[in-house]
């Protein structure tokens, strides 16, 4: 067996196969911004701010049928071992790319003609799977912000460690993995929003990495309600005044 | 009869029942109705609607809004009205049919940084708002606290049938403006009173969701009326 599965298959940070690393979810942790989140994914510790619907600048921008969805994915200098630059790298780029393209089929961009979505992921903490843990935590921020929503959108990553399919691969089993599949889930729609693998699979061997980051994604997703309901229905009791028009 | 229910984004309503229409913050995808909002699910004989809880201000035609003039052109003003879109008061509404860009001069009525309470004459989302000064109460707002709340807090400021807002008056004997886009101003003589109106307002808007709020704030404000 290899280094980063033990004859027992237990992992190297001691979960197993189908385990997730711990994950906690908060809502609404910045003032200004209209809807916010930060999570903990294993390691990873992420912020995440959406502002708007808002009027677009430069106005030439702006779309007349509906919003449009801007997103930033970035690594802070010191969320990594060695300082990374600033600047958006190739890497960043991408992923932000991607990020909106998650997000844009939950969204009901189509309420919001001539606006625009600012969302803003700042890594402050980086382990394996900080896209997923990205999109999950953008998601509940785009709630939080009070966006039209068809679905919320959970991303949970499966892959090939040590010759077996696992969930949720770490950053340690990312570099020295057979395989890495993010995977993004809208879990009402049942619809996968992102899709992309790292390495070598056989079709079977896919099928069981797909199933399995589904599976992740249905349990991100729990973690996602539970975050959002403590924030708006821990203290909540119906009166019936409350909410008249 | 009327059922209550917690829902966030994409969770579902109804199942098969083509008799139920989806209203305010519901979609209807095949056959079944998703919540689109964090919110209380409200069924009616109409359909089913979900109130929510978080969110800006999307302009409604009727709504009475408080808005600041932040530029304006020969022909109109445009208006901060705390919301996505802005709002566009054409200067016709103002001086009349006769109005003639040469001779009449905007900032003779309103300037940049003037706040006016306005009406949305029309508004479709494919453009700016239309607003209205054109009615009584409305207009140029000179003097008073502005306060702003979360949009989605202003029905419960304003209570059943108004009880709240005309309870918060009553005992701190200011007037109060609410505007359906959370902007609000407070007028009153006395400054200490319009403080204690400003304190009940944010009460409101911190415990929207709880109960007995009427009477914790009514409590508040007795206990400053007391104190006095």
């Not at chain 1, 061997?205 to 708006?232: D, F, H, P, S, T």
Request: with cysteine.
């Amino acid at each position: 067996m290899s280094r980063l599965m033990s004859e027992e298959g237990i992992r190297i940070d001691g979960r197993r196969w189908n385990e997730l690393r711990p994950v906690r979810i908060e809502v609404g942790v910045l003032k200004n911004a209209d809807g916010s989140s930060y999570i903990e994914f294993g390691k990873n510790k992420i912020v995440v701010a959406v502002y708007g619907p808002k009027e677009v600048h430069p106005k030439h921008m702006a779309l007349p049928d509906k919003s449009i969805l801007r997103c930033r994915y970035h690594m802070l200098p010191f969320s990594v071992e060695e300082r990374k630059n600033p600047a958006p790298s190739r890497r960043e780029i991408e992923i932000s790319k991607i990020t909106r393209e998650a997000l844009e089929p939950a969204l009901i961009l189509e309420d919001y003609p001539r606006t625009v979505i600012d969302v803003f992921i700042e890594v402050l903490q980086s382990d394996g799977g900080s896209r997923c843990a990205g999109i999950t935590a953008a998601s509940v921020a785009l709630a939080d912000a009070g966006i039209n929503m068809r679905d919320l959108v959970a991303a949970c990553a499966a892959g090939k460690v040590g010759g077996r399919i696992v969930l949720d691969i770490n950053d340690e089993e990312d570099k020295m993995g057979e395989a890495d599949m993010p995977v993004a889930y809208l879990p009402n729609l049942k619809q996968v929003s992102l899709l992309q693998l790292d390495g070598k699979l056989t079709a079977d061997e896919y099928r069981e990495c797909l199933n399995l980051a589904i599976n992740g994604c249905m349990k991100v997703y729990n973690m996602q309600r539970e975050a959002l309901m403590k924030k708006y229905f821990s203290t909540k009791d119906e009166e019936g005044g409350s909410v008249e028009d | 009869m009327i059922v209550k229910r917690y829902v966030l984004p994409g969770d579902l309503i109804v199942e098969g029942n083509p008799h139920i229409k989806p209203l305010a913050n519901v979609i209807k995808i095949g056959d079944r109705l998703h919540s689109t909002r964090i919110g209380i699910v409200e069924v009616s004989q109409n359909g089913v609607k979900v109130i929510p809880l978080s969110g800006i201000y999307i302009p409604r035609v009727g709504d009475l809004v408080i808005g600041k003039i932040i530029d304006y052109s020969a022909l109109a003003w445009e208006v901060d009205i705390n919301s996505c879109f802005l709002g566009h008061l054409p200067a016709q509404d103002v001086f009349g049919k006769e109005f003639t860009p040469g001779r009449d001069d905007l900032t003779k009525r309103f300037d940049k940084g003037d706040v006016i309470a306005c009406r949305i004459l029309n508004f479709d989302r494919t453009r700016d708002p239309l607003l209205t000064v054109a009615d009584k109460d409305l207009g140029k707002i000179s003097e008073g606290e502005l306060v702003k709340i979360g949009p989605t807090k202003v029905p419960r400021l304003i209570g059943k049938r108004g009880s709240m807002i005309q309870m918060i008056e009553h005992l701190t004997r200011c007037r109060i403006v609410v505007g359906q886009n959370g902007v609000l101003v407070v007028t009153g003589a006395d400054k200490d009173m319009r403080d204690v109106a400003v304190k009940a307002i944010k009460m409101v808007e911190e415990g929207a969701h709880t109960m007995n709020l009427t009477e914790r704030v009514k409590e508040m404000l007795q206990g400053v009326q007391v104190g006095r």
